[in-house]
């Protein structure tokens, strides 16, 4: 169920083969903001529309910031920016968290997708100004150094927010008694996320001192519940 008070809110919070790929989203003013946006996600935004979102207030534009460029995060950007220009009639900005990941994302949407070139843009992610630092992180080796965390401002409250990781060694400096932390964790030890058997303990710790800690991108949902039980992590808002 919908709740207007959670910072973030979540289309759904599972890993690439679930059923609910893991997108979240925030409203700045008239600003609709999609951290990641996969087809499961924008099938769930086209049924509600972005002013569903709005709190009362109608939206302006729609941006989306990209943590790294697997299908399960970026398959519905194309069909967004297709709807939102001849449906909606509603701008989409693309923010990106390095040069390399701009090329990737225009070869994908321009090149493969066919977006009209007057339907989005391709920015900077530090551009908005509800992003206060980009994060480089590590995911797969594959595409090493080009998977982003990032630090944002929603609407005066401190986040991180991880994207797919492998380490928290890149956040923890970020992170404070002020902070809402967003993190991945996986039930099983791949190597390429956070095993919830090596990150228990971490998480509990962070959130001992204040920090707000919700747990995303779930490959096994009902075991990561179970494994938080009694402890003050918590599950990612669902919308």
């Not at 090329?103 to 920015?123: A, F, T």
């Not at 090493?144 to 797919?164: A, E, H, P, S």
Request: charged share 20%; with cysteine.
């Amino acid at each position: 169920m919908e709740n207007n008070d959670q910072i973030l809110r979540f289309f759904g919070r599972g890993s690439a083969f679930s059923d609910e790929h893991n997108s979240s989203l925030f409203c700045s003013g008239s600003d609709l903001v999609l951290l990641d946006h996969s087809i499961t996600a924008f099938n769930k935004l086209r049924k509600l529309g972005p002013d569903h979102f709005g709190g009362g207030e109608k939206i302006s534009h729609i941006y989306v910031i990209v943590t790294h460029t697997h299908s399960d995060h970026i398959s519905g950007i194309p069909l967004l920016i297709h709807y939102s220009y001849y449906v909606w009639h509603l701008p989409v900005t693309v923010a990106v968290g390095s040069e390399e990941v701009g090329e990737n994302m225009l070869y994908y949407l321009d090149k493969l997708e066919g977006c009209d070139k007057d339907s989005y843009n391709i920015i900077p992610a530090d551009d908005l100004g509800f992003v206060t630092e980009i994060i480089p992180t590590e995911h797969t080796p594959n595409l090493d150094g080009k998977c982003f965390g990032y630090q944002l401002d929603v609407n005066g409250k401190k986040v991180i927010y991880t994207g797919d990781t492998r380490t928290l060694l890149t956040f923890l400096a970020y992170i404070d008694s002020e902070t809402a932390l967003y993190t991945e964790v996986s039930a099983v030890d791949s190597g390429v996320h956070l095993f919830i058997g090596d990150y228990i303990d971490v998480l509990k710790a962070i959130a001992s001192k204040g920090t707000e800690v919700y747990l995303m991108h779930l490959d096994d949902e009902k075991f990561v519940e179970d494994v938080i039980n009694g402890t003050s992590l918590k599950l990612a808002p669902l919308i």
